[in-house]
């Protein structure tokens, strides 16, 4: 079954740090990756995503994320983070053969001054 | 237009009341979603509509009935619901069915008494 592992549950950082969430996904078929970020209590909305051709994605709000997939990995980063930064963000994925968005367990970016 | 839009935003019912939920979207998606979201945790998939007709239920009780009037119309009927059935419901929609990224509405926020 597909699977999206998200290990830290919080990510403390201070503003203008760089910042590093993980994403581990088990699929052995073609995927389909996402970030969303959801702030207090709003909806979740797309970062980034990964559906095919280069590893290295760009998405809203200066983040990036890069496809391994040696290591499933979909690893999101930012070089520099803002106060407003302040979040939850969970990782999904689909597959072609689960054909279902599976998140993560989701990761609260908490930046401090 | 690229948003989804819920009503209403927050939502306290009693357990012997009959309430709807609404969702709308004018992108010309033919998948529409609904999840169930609780504090601390990622969205749950309850229900997928494509091309308006239900094609997936994902086991959830039969106080939620959900219903699709027009491509671009969600609703969720709610009778009967359990204190635990308080949380912020979400509904999403894509282009087509789970290979594209989803569009996520800011949620309704429900408090069953």
């Known amino acids: 079954a597909q699977s999206v592992t998200q290990l830290d549950s919080q990510v403390p950082v201070f503003e203008e740090a760089p910042v590093e969430l993980r994403c581990n996904y088990s699929?052995?078929?073609?995927?389909?990756l996402f970030w969303y970020v959801q702030y207090p209590n709003q909806g979740l909305q797309l970062l980034l995503k990964?559906?095919?051709?280069?590893?290295l994605v760009k998405g809203i709000n200066g983040f990036e994320a890069e496809f391994n997939k040696s290591q499933t990995s979909f690893h999101l980063r930012k070089p520099s983070v803002h106060i407003s930064d302040t979040a939850e963000y969970f990782c999904?994925?689909?597959?072609?053969?689960?054909?279902?968005?599976?998140f993560g367990t989701g990761t609260r970016l908490q930046v401090t001054l | 237009d690229t948003e989804v839009t819920q009503t209403p935003k927050h939502l306290v019912m009693g357990m012997t009341n009959k309430k709807s939920l609404k969702c709308e979207q004018h992108?010309?998606?033919?998948?529409m979603y609904w999840y169930k979201q609780k504090a601390k945790k990622p969205p749950e998939l309850m229900f997928v509509?494509?091309?308006?007709?239900?094609?997936i239920n994902e086991s959830v009780p039969s106080r939620f009935s959900p219903e699709c009037p027009n491509s671009s119309l969600l609703n969720l009927h709610l009778h009967a619901l359990q204190p635990e059935d308080s949380a912020l419901y979400l509904c999403?929609?894509?282009?087509?069915?789970?290979?594209?990224?989803?569009?996520f509405g800011p949620g309704t926020r429900l408090t069953v008494l």
């Open positions: 990964y559906l095919s051709g280069s590893t």
């Open positions: 999403a929609s894509s282009q087509e069915r789970f290979t594209n990224e989803q569009f």
């Open positions: 999904a994925a689909v597959t072609g053969t689960a054909s279902k968005l599976t």
């Open positions: 992108m010309g998606h033919r998948a």
């Open positions: 699929s052995s078929v073609s995927v389909y």
């Open positions: 509509y494509s091309y308006e007709k239900l094609s």
